[in-house]
């Protein structure tokens, strides 16, 4: 990395915040909610505004002793809000064993977050507010555990947008075991009432709220209430503490350091103020811990006893670099592969940013659990296709044409690979080693950065597992690298709704599409590119293990989970082989 004098400095000093006060989800740090201390005399003398919870409770980041604990009472009518909020070892809450009391106002949505301190490790606890004589619904949540573990679970999802359908999945993870529920992204979609994924909507009863695309503070706020009103999703926050990462549509679509595909400085102002105006919407929503000093800081580290370390990450905002097109290397229907791979591979691209860089680096080499897990936005492994069938499968103009040409792209590719190399024609041949990266902006886009931290991992012995959202398909590969070398794996979860490749391909097409996406990906073993789920992973000191869950259909809250295309994959702690 070599960089560091053509960038600006870390974020928070680069934004300007206009009209927002930089600091104004400090007071929702420390043990009692917004800071506040307020006695039981101040209750009785002003019991402040009534209000009610209608967007359920919430828990996350929790450590060995603490846990963030959130809730947003719903004012009855503008003013002061005094909320209590109660921690006990039983769901009757007979044995409470922390406690307090604050206010919230309008400053922050009236949303309430309290770090929750002095717990004990390993621990399962019950929460609940109370404004006046209303409680809240009680959600349940745990701790981390320390010293030696024997097994732990984790939920992995990701792209959960509210018109395209109904949150089954979330339905799912709510009715299950998992210690955490990892939410790697696209919690919510930016876009307008007719927007992205909307066909269906208004038959569903979810047109998106407002019906504008999102771009003031207030806006995006009322895009997370509307989220939050849904039973399955307040289902799933009640059940399980949440680990969350942003990825792009938090903000907008495509977002990197500067800028977005989905934003356009000239008719939606400036982009630094709608970064602010989204983070502090999403500090306000989710519960997440607060950094003390840079909000733009959200790669964290959890440690689960000996057995994982949890490493959060952060590829979309602090340091991404713009995504790469091929467009500019393509001319005469064929791409310039060699400039185009120079370009992807420039030592100076930059996916973490130099701190984070050096951050996950250090974390690595000190890690002393069995497993190291990176909890992230987008696929890192390589998935390369022959050229032709990207030149094909142009996702911008895809008609009945652009299909055939793709399927005849695929099936000639797939040939080609089936040959024995000593038999394969030279056109054959020329086919298979045009393969680039369909995914510019995963890790792909970026194959210096991503190569860099590989060989570092495996530098280190590290046993190396990623986990990934963004692309709506499932997916596990082998991790190599740039000698060919396995050096981890990767599990990718699927969408909660929003459509994957079968959105743009057909259903039909999706689905003959997965096993010569195997064949043509040398390191990809596994893929769905049809079906809306979850990803359960399991982590023992052997093997880590991933189970993918589909539901049959997001379009009705009647569903059945479809036992015929689930799936598992395990890799031993031993080979990191996946089989
Ligand atoms: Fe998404």
């Given at each position: ?13 680069r ?13 929702l ?5 917004l ?12 019991p ?6 209608q ?13 963030i ?12 809000v ?38 004990a ?12 004589d ?33 949150f ?10 998992v ?9 919510i ?35 997370y ?41 000239d008719t939606?102002?400036?982009f630094?103020?709608r970064v602010?105006v ?6 306000e929503w ?29 590829t979309?905002?602090?340091?991404r ?54 909890g ?5 492994g ?18 009945d044409?652009a ?12 040939a080609?690979?089936?040959?024995p190399?000593?038999?394969?024609t030279?056109?054959q ?12 902006d ?5 194959g210096f ?34 000698q ?16 994957g ?16 996406l195997v064949?043509?990906?040398?390191d990809l ?25 589909y539901v049959s ?16 994959m ?10």
């Amino acid at each position: 990395m070599s960089d560091q004098d053509s960038k600006p400095p870390l974020i928070e000093r680069r934004r300007v915040i206009k009209g927002l006060a930089a600091g104004s989800l400090l007071p929702l740090l420390g043990g009692n909610l917004l800071g506040c201390s307020d006695s039981d005399d101040t209750f009785i003398d002003d019991p402040g505004v009534a209000a009610s919870f209608q967007h359920g409770v919430a828990s996350g980041d929790a450590l060995d002793n603490s846990v963030i604990i959130w809730t947003r009472a719903t004012p009855a009518q503008p003013g002061l809000v005094r909320i209590r909020w109660e921690v006990a070892t039983d769901e009757s809450f007979e044995d409470v064993v922390a406690s307090g009391d604050g206010t919230t106002t309008d400053e922050v949505d009236y949303t309430a977050k309290v770090d929750v301190t002095g717990l004990a490790a390993g621990t399962a606890y019950f929460y609940r507010f109370i404004v006046q004589d209303v409680s809240s619904p009680v959600g349940r949540t745990r701790t981390l555990p320390t010293g030696a573990v024997a097994a732990t679970s984790f939920a992995v999802i990701s792209c959960s947008n509210y018109p395209a359908g109904f949150f089954n999945v979330y339905r799912e993870i709510a009715n299950s075991d998992v210690d955490a529920v990892l939410h790697l992204g696209d919690y919510i979609y930016e876009y307008a009432v007719d927007g992205y994924a909307s066909d269906r909507a208004e038959e569903f009863g979810r047109l998106s709220q407002p019906e504008t695309e999102i771009l003031s503070l207030s806006d995006y706020r009322t895009r997370y209430a509307q989220y939050r009103t849904d039973p399955d999703l307040q289902a799933c926050h009640g059940a399980h503490p949440f680990y969350v990462v942003w990825d792009d549509h938090e903000i907008t679509n495509d977002t990197w350091r500067e800028g977005a595909e989905n934003h356009q400085p000239d008719t939606e102002g400036d982009f630094d103020e709608r970064v602010a105006v989204a983070l502090q919407a999403w500090y306000e929503w989710l519960p997440i811990r607060p950094p003390s000093t840079n909000r733009e800081v959200i790669y964290r580290q959890f440690q689960f006893g000996d057995l994982v370390d949890l490493l959060m990450l952060d590829t979309r905002l602090i340091g991404r670099d713009q995504q790469l097109s091929y467009a500019p290397f393509t001319s005469g229907g064929m791409i310039d592969l060699d400039a185009a791979r120079a370009a992807i591979n420039d030592s100076n691209r930059q996916l973490l940013g130099e701190e984070q860089n050096a951050w996950l680096k250090d974390r690595l080499t000190n890690s002393s659990t069995t497993w190291q897990v990176l909890g992230q936005q987008v696929l890192v492994g390589r998935y390369n296709l022959p050229a032709q069938i990207l030149l094909a499968l142009d996702p911008s103009n895809l008609g009945d044409d652009a299909l055939a040409a793709g399927v005849a792209a695929v099936l000639a590719s797939v040939a080609a690979k089936n040959t024995p190399e000593d038999q394969r024609t030279p056109e054959q041949q020329a086919l298979l080693d045009s393969a680039i990266p369909y995914n510019l902006d995963a890790w792909d886009g970026y194959g210096f950065n991503r190569d860099d931290i590989l060989t570092h991992a495996a530098s280190v012995d590290a046993r190396l597992v990623t986990l990934a959202g963004d692309t709506h398909n499932a997916w596990a590969s082998q991790l190599r690298d740039t000698q060919g070398n396995v050096v981890g794996v990767e599990f990718a979860a699927p969408s909660v709704t929003s459509p994957g490749l079968e959105g743009a391909l057909g259903a039909d097409a999706a689905a003959l599409f997965e096993a010569p996406l195997v064949t043509l990906i040398d390191d990809l073993i596994y893929t769905n590119i049809s079906d809306r789920g979850w990803m359960r992973v399991t982590f023992t000191s052997d093997a880590t293990t991933a189970d993918w869950h589909y539901v049959s259909n997001i379009d009705s809250t009647t569903y059945t989970l479809m036992e015929n295309r689930a799936n598992s994959m395990t890799v031993s702690a031993d080979d990191l082989l996946l089989g």
